[in-house]
C-alpha cells in the first residue's frame, strides 16, 4: 500500500471513530482523559525506554543539545503530561456551548452550537509531550486526532500514543487517537492532501514548518506560532517599568514565540533610558544588535535587516531608536510576524493610537508580551498560538477546536 | 506589467486604503454607505447602460437565458441594490465589538475585540448586484475588497464600482472599493496567489468555481454555497407539515443553495405519504427522481447514484424510502454537501439524533430549508453561506467578515 493510502486509512477510521466521539458526553471523554494520565504514569518506564532510543539516535545523529533537550523524556515530564491531561479534564467542554440563541419573529427557535471539527491532523516537532497535550485537547473537544510528529522522536510517539490508546478503548474507541503511518516527508504530504479526510491541520514548530504546511496544504490550516514580537518604549513611557518589560518579554523564556525580538525607543528618552536597557540586558546575557543609537554602547552589534526579520529565540534582540510614534507604527507593520507586539506608556493617546492600529493576535499596553498564552490567558489549556485572521487568532483553547452548526426548530414553518 | 503584478498592486493599495477604513468609525462609514446608494439611483441610466452592453453580448455569444436573467439590471434591480447598501449602514458596526473581556488575576485587562480582516477578494459569477452587495458588507466590517466578478459582467460592474468609488471617495479612500484588473482566469489565479496581499478570498458561485478556488488558492478562502439539502419524512412526522415543507424547500426557489434536492421517506409512513407527495410536487411542475418504491407512481424517473449527488437547482428532486433513521442519516452522511437538512417528526428522540448527528451547517427540525439565509436568521445582511468549518458556518452576516485582537492591559506586569 502506498504511504498515501495508508494515511488516507487512518484518517477513515479517525471519521468513524470521531462520529462516536462527536456524541461522547463530558462524563465520558473526562474519565477517558483520567485514564490516559493513570496510564501514562502506570507505563512510564515504557515511554521513557523508548524515548531513550531516539534520543541515543539524536546523539548519534549529531543532533544540537537544544532540540535534544526538547526532545528528552523524564518522570518529572511525564508527570507533567499527565497532569496536562487532567487538566484538561477539569475544564468545561465546549461542545454543545449554545454560542447565541434566541426566537426568530416568526416563532422559529435559532441556535447557534458548538460542534467538533471531526477530525484533525497535527504535525508538530520533536517535543514528545506534544502527542499527550494534543491527543487531550482535541479528544476533550470532540475530535478524533491524526499525529504526526518528527520522526527523530518517532519511538517516543509510538509508545506514548500506544498507551493512550489503550487507556482511551475502555470507553471510546481507540481510533480517537492515531499516529500517522509512516515517517518520510511523504505521510505530512499524504495528510496536507487528503481534504475531506481531515478538517483541520495545525502544524506547530519552526517558521519553516509551518509555512511549508501553509503553502502545499489543501487541508484548511490554522497556522500557528511564530512570533517576532516588538516592545515599544514610548516618549511617556514609566522606564523603570519600561525596563523590567523589556527585560521580561526577552529573557523570562527566550526559546518561544512570545518572547521579544526588538526594541523600539522612543528618541525622547533614548537619553535616559539606553544606558539602563543596554546594561541590564548585557549582564542577563543578551546580545544587543542595534542601530547607529545603540552601537554607540559597548558590546552593542549594528544591526541590518536581517536582524528586524529575525525571530531570534535566543539571548539577542534587536534594537533602534525611532523619532515618533508613527515611525514605531511602521517598524512594526514591516516587520512584526502580528503574534505580540507591546507600548510601555502612560500616555493615554499614544496607547489607544497603539492599540488601534498595530494588527497583530494581542495587542499589550504596559506588559510583557510574555504573557500572550493560553494558560496567563486563563484559558486552562492551549493548543497553540494561532497567527492567522481565519477562524481564531491569538492562544487556542478549547473553543477554538470546534466549529459550530445551527439548529432550526419550529413547528412546520415554511416560507 | 503582468496580470500579476496589476493584481498585487490594487491589493497593495487596498492595504493602504484599508488601514484607514479599518480606524474608520461607524457614522464616516455609514455615511460612505448612503453616498453609495444616492449615486447608484442617481447615475441609473450609467449602469444600465453598461449593463445593456453586457447582456448583448451575452446573447450574441449564446448564454442560456437563466444566465442572462441573472446578468440583467433593472431600474428595479438597482433600486434593490441601493436599498441593500442602505440596509447595511442600519446595521450594527461589528468593528470594535468586545467578544470577551475580563480582569485576569494578576489585575491584567484582557479583551477580546473584533477587527477587520484587512484585504477581502470575492470571486464570483455573472450577477452584478453581487458587486454592490459585497462592497457595502466589506466597507461596514472595515474590510478593502477586491472584486473579480465574471467577465461576462464586465461592463457593469465597471460602471458600478465607478459609481461606488466616487461616492466613498467623500469620506474614505476610494481604494477600499476595487475592481480586479484583467477579465482572463490568469487574474483570478493572481488573486488565488496573492497570499499576504489577499487576507480572505470569498467564492461565490457554483461547485466548480468554488472546488477550483479552494483547490488552488494559498490566500485563506471561505467556501460558500453548494447546497445538496434533504427533508427527510420521519415515521412519526405530521404527514400534512412534511408535505408543505417538502413542497417549500423544493419550489419556493428553485435555483439557491437552500432549496432541497433529496426527499427521504421512513417505510413506515410511505404508503400513506407517497401518493401525496409525488402528487403535490408534480402538480407544481417537479420531476421526481425516485427508488423503486417512488418509481411505482407515474411520472417518476428511475434514481441513480448521480441524483443522490446532485444539486439540481431545478424543478427535480431525489427521492428514496428508508427503512429507518439511521438509514435516513447514513444517506445524509454521504451524499449531504453539509448545507441545511431537515427531519419532520413530531417525535423528540428522532429529532434529538438527527440535530446530534447530522453535521451540517444547519439542521432543521419541522422546517424549510429555505429559512438557512442571513436575513431570515435576522443578520440583516449576508455575503455567502459557509459550508466550512472553519472561521465561519451557514449563513456569514457582518461579525463573520471580522477577525479579533486581543488587547491586554497593564500597569507594567511582568511573567
Redesign the interface.
Known sequence: MSTTEDVIGVARRARVAG?EL??ANRATKDAALQAMAAALLEREAEVLGANADDVQRAEHGGVPTNIIDRLRLTPDRIAGMAQGLRDVAGLPDPVGEVVRGGV??NG?E?R?VR?P??VVGMIYEARPNVTADAAGICLKSGNAVLLRGSSSARSSNVAIVDVLRDAVSAGLPADVVQLVPGDTHESVKALMRA?GHV??LIPRGGAGLIRSV??ES?V?V?ETGVGNCHVYVDAAA?L??AL??V??SKT?RTSVCNAAESLLVHETVAEAFLPRVVAALQEAGVTVHGDESFTAYDGVLPATDDDWATEYLSLDIAARVVPDLDTALDHIRRWSSQHSDAIVTEDQAA?RRF???V??????????T???DGS???FGAEIGIST????A???MGLPEMT?????????????
Open positions: 462520529r462527536a456524541l426568530l419573529a422559529l435559532l447557534q460542534v471539527f471531526g481534504r478538517d483541520v501553509v503553502e489543501t484548511p490554522i514609566d523603570d517599568r523590567a518589560i527585560l521580561n523570562h496607547a492599540v488601534a492600529e494588527d497583530s493576535a494581542a495587542v499589550l499596553v504596559n506588559a510583557s510574555r504573557f500572550t496567563e490567558f486563563g492567522q485572521k481565519l477562524h487568532r491569538g492562544p466549529s459550530t452548526k445551527y439548529v432550526v426548530v419550529g413547528d412546520g414553518h415554511v416560507r
